[in-house]
C-alpha cells in the first residue's frame, strides 16, 4: 500500500488567498484525521470523519477552516481566506481501527502564508 | 480533554548511551501508542500498549504501561543516530472518542 498520500508538499501563499489541501487516505481506513503542528502548540487535532461523515470538528480554528471528505478516498482541508498565523506543517492521518486509536500520518503538507 | 505530559522536552546524547523518556497523565486511558517523527515525516506509529503493566519490545526500544494506566515509559538501550527524531505519546480518550496527544520528547543522537 502506497500509505496515506497528501498534496502539496510545500505550498507558499499570500495572505488573503484560498488553500486546499488534499488527502487520500489508505484504501479500506474508516477514520480520517486533519492535525496542525506548530512548534509553539505541537500537534493538534483540526477535524476527523468516520466513513466520510465529520465526527468531530471542535478543533477547527475559526470559519476561516473548513474540510469536506466527498468519498472514502479523498479529503480536503480548505483555508479561506488564509492568513501569516496559518502557517504550520497540516499532516492527514488514516486509521483502520473503532474509534481511530492507530493512526498512519501522511507526510504532511508544509504551508507558508507571507 | 485528558492531557498528556512528556518528559524530558528536549535529550541529546551521544551513541550508545541508555535513556528513558516517560509520558504521564492524571487520567485513565484505554490504551496508549508511541510514534516517533523524523525531521520533514509524518509520525510512525511504533507500538500500543493496551494492558496496564504492560511492556512491549521493539528491538532497543522497550515501552511499558504503568499499572494504573496513566502514564508510560520508552526506554531505548545502546541509542544509535538513527534514533534520533521527535517521540510522541497519544492516550486513547474514550469519553471524547479521539486520541490526545502529548507535546513529545526531541531526541539528538550524537555519533
Known amino acids: 500500500d502506497a500509505g496515506v498520500i497528501q498534496s502539496p508538499r510545500h505550498e507558499v501563499t499570500e495572505m488573503g488567498q484560498e488553500v486546499t489541501l488534499r488527502c487520500k487516505p489508505i484504501s479500506g481506513h474508516d477514520y480520517l484525521f486533519w492535525y496542525r503542528q506548530t512548534m509553539m502548540r505541537g500537534l493538534e487535532l483540526l477535524i476527523y470523519?468516520?466513513?466520510?461523515?465529520?465526527?468531530?470538528d471542535s478543533g477547527m480554528p475559526e470559519d476561516r477552516f473548513s474540510a469536506k471528505m466527498p468519498n472514502a478516498s479523498f479529503s480536503t482541508l480548505k483555508i479561506q481566506p488564509s492568513e501569516p498565523r496559518d502557517s504550520a506543517v497540516y499532516f492527514c492521518a488514516s486509521s483502520p481501527l473503532a474509534g481511530g486509536y492507530e493512526q498512519y500520518f501522511g507526510p504532511g503538507t508544509r504551508l507558508t502564508v507571507t | 480533554t485528558q492531557l498528556l505530559e512528556q518528559s524530558p522536552q528536549f535529550l541529546s546524547i551521544q551513541e550508545g548511551e541508555n535513556l528513558t523518556v516517560y509520558c504521564n497523565s492524571s487520567?485513565?486511558?484505554?490504551?496508549l501508542q508511541w510514534y516517533r517523527q523524523e525531521p520533514g515525516e509524518g509520525p510512525v506509529l511504533l507500538v500500543t500498549v493496551v494492558t496496564g503493566g504492560e511492556v512491549k519490545k521493539l528491538k532497543r526500544l522497550t515501552f511499558q504501561f504503568g499499572d494504573a494506566r496513566k502514564d508510560s515509559s520508552l526506554h531505548i538501550t545502546a541509542a544509535q543516530p538513527g534514533d534520533t527524531g521527535l517521540y510522541l505519546c497519544?492516550?486513547?480518550?474514550?469519553?471524547?472518542?479521539?486520541?490526545?496527544f502529548g507535546d513529545g520528547t526531541t531526541l539528538t543522537v550524537k555519533p
Open positions: 487520567s485513565v486511558f484505554s490504551s
Open positions: 470523519f468516520n466513513n466520510n461523515v465529520p465526527i468531530d
Open positions: 497519544a492516550g486513547e480518550d474514550t469519553n471524547a472518542g479521539k486520541s490526545t
